[in-house]
């Protein structure tokens, strides 16, 4: 019996000494741990640093759940009506179309991993620092962001 392999048999391994980093939101910056295009559409991994009171609006996702991994930090979650914190070790999961926000409520930079299941939206974190605000809306929902309402705010 011969054995086959291909590109999807094989092992991803992805090093925090190749992540590209770029800006998204004032003083976010975000990089991917794993794309979509990488493991045939399965998931997208995001490594987050979120500045004290950034997050994204509210917002809500058709096509995937998205799954959070707090691993510094304190963020304060929206999700269908509820709202709750989540510190280090801290996994969130949110269920497709529920409608959901984030905001880091620490005093610290935040950093947190962000998986999307299935992957996708790869094209549309970069294009958050590039583009003029009332033209984000229209990119958002061509990648399965639907934004319903303002970002949440720290008191």
């Not at 998931?43 to 759940?65: D, K, M, N, Q, S």
Request: a negative charge; aromatic letters at 10%.
């Amino acid at each position: 019996m011969t054995i086959e392999s291909n590109k999807r048999d094989a092992a991803f391994v992805g090093k925090s000494d190749d992540l590209e980093w770029f800006d998204t939101l004032p003083g976010e910056q975000m990089a991917y741990r794993v794309r979509s295009r990488d493991v045939d559409g399965a998931f997208t991994i995001v490594e987050a640093l979120v500045p004290p009171r950034v997050g994204p609006p509210l917002h809500y996702h058709e096509e995937r759940e998205e799954v959070f991994e707090v691993l510094h930090g304190i963020l304060r979650f929206h999700c269908a009506g509820e709202e709750f914190e989540a510190g280090p070790g801290t996994t969130v999961v949110i269920p497709r179309r529920a409608i959901h926000s984030w905001v880091n409520v620490g005093s610290e930079t935040a950093r947190v991993l962000f998986t999307f299941v299935p992957g996708g939206a790869d094209d549309f974190f970069p294009l958050i620092g590039r583009t003029p605000p009332d033209e984000l809306t229209e990119i958002a929902e061509r990648n399965d962001i639907w934004i319903v309402g303002a970002p949440m705010t720290v008191a």
